[in-house]
């Protein structure tokens, strides 16, 4: 049973450019969650995706996008970053919306 | 809509030593409680979890939390921490009875001195 892989591992972008990080669930799992961990603090909820409809955002602006594939593979992009989107971005899958976060290790994102 | 507190950011603790890790939360309905631990340059695990049933919950290394509906916490403690316990720690909440998703504390760092 593999876990739950994320990729790029790490990126550097600039302001205004736009990023696409992508997520491979665990098998079985139908359910994704996207979440901004910045420098010491705690992931903050992105939004969730559930059979490839979007299940329940947090406050994030309309420039965070997300996708999710009929193998409920999931994408988040983001576009014309900022400096603040600087952050580390963690993906998790479980088996249904209220099930237990399998996390990936997540994509670390530097915008310079 | 839930939130979580973690009192402290960085908790400095001698090996062999007890440790508590402090939690508390604010919800208008009943809760979901969890503890996630992140090792240095990996993603989240979950540690333990409180859903129903007896209040005290233990983890298979040690770890043990106890919910307190009265006082709304869920401080963490292990009566004696290893090296490999430095990590850091979160605490996380869900509203049980509405579509809501798991809210983090900021999070607590575990240093353990030798």
């Known amino acids: 049973e593999t876990g739950v892989t994320q990729s790029p591992t790490h990126l550097i972008k600039t302001r205004g450019q736009q990023v696409t990080l992508r997520c491979s669930s665990q098998?079985?799992?139908?359910?994704v969650s996207w979440y901004q961990q910045a420098l010491g603090q705690g992931p903050q909820f992105i939004f969730q995706y559930y059979r490839e409809e979007e299940n329940g955002r947090g406050n994030f602006p309309p420039r965070f996008s997300g996708l999710q594939f009929p193998n409920y593979s999931s994408e988040l992009n983001v576009n014309a970053l900022e400096l603040d989107d600087s952050a580390l971005y963690l993906c998790a899958s479980s088996l249904d919306p209220t099930g237990e976060l399998f996390f990936g290790e997540g994509s670390r994102l530097t915008v310079l | 809509a839930q939130s979580v507190t973690q009192l402290d950011s960085q908790v400095p603790v001698f090996e062999e030593a007890p440790v508590e890790l402090r939690c508390n939360y604010s919800?208008?309905?009943?809760?979901?409680l969890f503890w996630y631990v992140q090792y240095p340059n990996q993603g989240l695990q979950l540690l333990l979890k409180?859903?129903?049933?007896?209040?005290l919950v233990e983890s298979i290394n040690g770890f043990e939390a106890e919910f307190n509906k009265s006082q709304t916490s869920f401080h963490l403690r292990k009566p004696s921490v290893h090296i490999s316990d430095t990590a850091e720690y979160f605490c996380?909440?869900?509203?049980?009875?509405?579509?809501?998703?798991?809210?983090f504390g900021k999070g607590t760092r575990l240093h353990i001195l030798p």
């Open positions: 996380a909440v869900r509203n049980m009875n509405r579509d809501d998703k798991i809210i």
């Open positions: 098998s079985g799992h139908n359910t």
């Open positions: 919800s208008s309905v009943s809760v979901y």
């Open positions: 409180y859903l129903s049933g007896s209040t």
